[in-house]
């Protein structure tokens, strides 16, 4: 763009080379959160895409996970969860290089973790406890409103599902 004669300014983008997924697994593994992830990383071009999910009683991440993480072009997979996986991801360790910036959910341990090496790494969000709000007019059944409200609430012990029913009358 010609912000005066002679002056030009435009954007560049360029994808980071090296980014740290973290992916949950504690309560329940989540492949949806390597694929929402790890896909758009690689659409973007980002050249490594690293994964670390806890390791369940066999020593490695679930097997969902590892099978969403080649469908998605995943570089690297390792097994180690929680706080400890964001601190491997933003300094490195001996086996795994540091990245440029660390992505994904996790408990409110994660969430420390990530606020913590923010100044060291570049970090998505904090991911608060899982809420939602399903707002009905009672057209659909109540056992769909329940399977909704069941999805959120399965994330966490602190995740909150509440229904919102708009008018009297409406099925329970």
């Not at 309560?27 to 992830?37: F, G």
């Not at 959910?105 to 790494?121: D, I, Q, S, W």
């Not at 059944?141 to 995740?159: F, M, N, V, Y």
Request: charged share 20%; with cysteine.
């Amino acid at each position: 763009m010609d912000v005066r004669p002679g002056v030009k300014v435009w954007r560049i983008w360029r994808p980071l080379h090296r980014v740290g997924v973290y992916v949950p697994g504690g309560r329940a593994p989540y492949p949806s959160s390597v694929l929402m992830l790890c896909v758009p990383a690689r659409l973007a071009g980002c050249a490594e895409v690293v994964v670390c999910s806890p390791p369940g009683k066999d020593g490695r991440p679930a097997q969902n996970i590892l099978v969403a993480a080649a469908v998605a072009g995943v570089t690297e997979v390792h097994a180690i969860g929680g706080a400890q996986a964001v601190a491997a991801m933003a300094y490195g360790t001996e086996t795994m290089a540091r990245v440029d910036k660390v992505f994904g959910p996790g408990n409110a341990h994660v969430t420390a973790a990530k606020r913590l090496v923010a100044g060291e790494v570049a970090v998505d969000m904090p991911a608060g406890p899982s809420e939602v709000i399903v707002v009905s007019d009672g057209s659909v059944p109540s056992s769909w409103i329940a399977a909704d409200l069941e999805a959120q609430a399965e994330h966490a012990p602190d995740a909150r599902g509440d229904p919102g029913i708009d008018r009297p009358g409406a099925r329970r």
